[in-house]
């Protein structure tokens, strides 16, 4: 991955910023997560200044001189933008091309189209998923709310039972599949093989979201039983275009950066030599940074040019999709340098000395500590990203399958029980129209059933490969 920049920018090992014992690390590593949970849910502060914040007081609490925990948070932010950041921008120019294209509409349309009523609640976990590949989650609900309540108010659905699974495609996706922003970041962490990650993870997203989609909605419809809310629906990206490109075009140029990846980890199992021809060329064409670029250059033909975009229409679609995200590109920076400050204070040394002393498996410490930064902040990213650090050193005597099976569990409980201090959650309910406890019901419990299933599929995977 552009884990090869981020060697680069870490090849001399940072000493310790500090000699503290476990007991004052402890402390140290409590007092820094309070201040970024203070922050962000007290004082409503942006989730970038919170983690610098958090960062430094994590340095100071540990014993740290001030100049040192600076260099590391710096350090970790660097470090972190250039191993994910040009990838975060490609995926959010392939999300605007898709969307602004009407190509998200026509895969919608025509699953929708050869879909029966009892079918429906997998046909939108289907839509939900395909979509979801190239889109951040916020971006994925944006999109696909004005679907869900078409389809339930013109099918007569129950609200829950349409929107319940579109969620869940969404919400796997964000947690587990890169190159989504979360396993990204953790990728790079515990320095896993994406490929294999991305292998994995669908492997484990497909019962996960089966699970929590379609059979849980079952459920949640009849927990609350809602339509969906009598207002008008937002208009769809592609009713003011003649015309939009086809389902094929659009479906290969979304899976293309899937399969260049997929084959690269394919490749490195069967030829299994660096030094090999074909190998070599795959790990070019299969690295994140080529296969996503790769898919925003043939999207500009296979959906810019049949919706009728013209150069400056594609030129102004790459630069809208490329504004919204810098926030996303500080947290997740700030994110890394958080995590840079907790290795560099000696935290993920304590955790690996500690860990060695209990019973409990490192997959399950890993979902255990991202389930409690979920919980406590809100932010799936935060928690994937500070829980990655804490963790990275029990990668090191780790294999290659259960490295990445380390980011799946992160990513898993990076979801878990979504509450009143995650965007996502009143995002949700004020779409949806529903009350806090109809949210709590439906779509926190969603979120845990994702968490849960996912964590224990992860555990089981372990076990067996």
């Known amino acids: 991955m552009t884990r090869l920049s981020v060697e680069l920018l870490a090849a001399d090992p940072v000493e310790p910023i500090t000699s503290a014992g476990h007991a004052q690390l402890g402390i140290a590593v409590l007092a820094g997560i309070a201040v970024i949970v203070l922050l962000i849910t007290k004082f409503k502060m942006h989730a970038f200044l919170a983690l610098t914040i958090g960062s430094l007081a994590l340095g100071a609490f540990a014993g740290a001189p001030l100049d040192k925990a600076i260099t590391s948070f710096t350090t970790g932010l660097g470090s972190t933008v250039a191993g994910v950041g040009v990838l975060i921008a490609l995926g959010a120019i392939l999300g605007k091309l898709l969307a602004d294209s009407g190509g998200a509409d026509q895969i919608v349309d025509t699953i929708l189209a050869k879909a029966s009523p009892r079918s429906m609640p997998w046909a939108m976990v289907l839509i939900a998923s395909v979509i979801g590949l190239p889109l ?72 996960t979201v089966i699970i929590a989609g379609p059979l849980f909605s079952k459920v949640a419809a009849r927990w609350v039983d809602v339509q969906a809310p009598e207002r008008m629906l937002p208009q769809r990206p592609s009713e003011d275009l003649e015309n939009r490109p086809g389902f094929g075009a659009t479906l290969a140029t979304i899976l293309l950066p899937v399969v260049l990846m997929l084959s690269k980890a394919l490749v490195d199992i069967v030829v299994d030599d660096p030094t090999h021809t074909v190998q070599r060329v795959f790990d070019v064409i299969g690295s994140p940074l080529i296969a996503l670029l790769a898919a925003v250059i043939v999207g500009m033909f296979t959906l810019g040019r049949p919706a009728g975009f013209t150069k400056e229409r594609l030129s102004s679609t790459v630069e ?33 000395d500690i860990s060695k002393d209990w019973s409990i498996p490192a997959l399950l410490l890993a979902w255990l500590i991202a389930v409690a930064i979920r919980l406590a902040t809100g932010s799936a990213t935060v928690a994937t990203i500070s829980a990655a650090g804490l963790v990275a050193p029990l990668a090191a005597d780790m294999s290659s399958t259960h490295t990445a099976l380390l980011v799946l569990a992160i990513g898993a409980g990076s979801v878990f029980f979504s509450h009143v201090n995650d965007a996502g959650f009143w995002l949700v309910k004020e779409y949806f129209g529903l009350s806090v406890g109809q949210t709590l019901k439906t779509w926190s419990v969603m979120e845990t059933i994702i968490s849960v299933v996912a964590g224990g599929l992860v555990l089981l995977l372990s076990l067996v490969i």
Do not use: C, W
């Open 320 to 352: 809208k999709g490329l504004m919204p995200i810098a926030g996303i590109l500080l947290i997740v920076g700030a994110g890394g340098g958080f995590k840079q400050t907790l290795i560099d204070s000696g935290v993920g040394q304590m955790i690996l």
């Open 136 to 207: 951040f989650f916020e971006v994925g609900i944006v999109l696909l709310i004005p679907v869900v309540l078409m389809v339930a108010k013109r099918g007569n659905y129950s609200l829950m039972r349409i929107g319940i699974p579109a969620l869940a495609g969404l919400s796997v996706m964000h947690g587990l599949i890169p190159p989504h922003p979360g396993p990204l970041v953790a990728v790079d962490a515990v320095k896993a093989n994406l490929g294999l990650t991305l292998a994995l993870g669908v492997l484990v997203a497909i019962p």
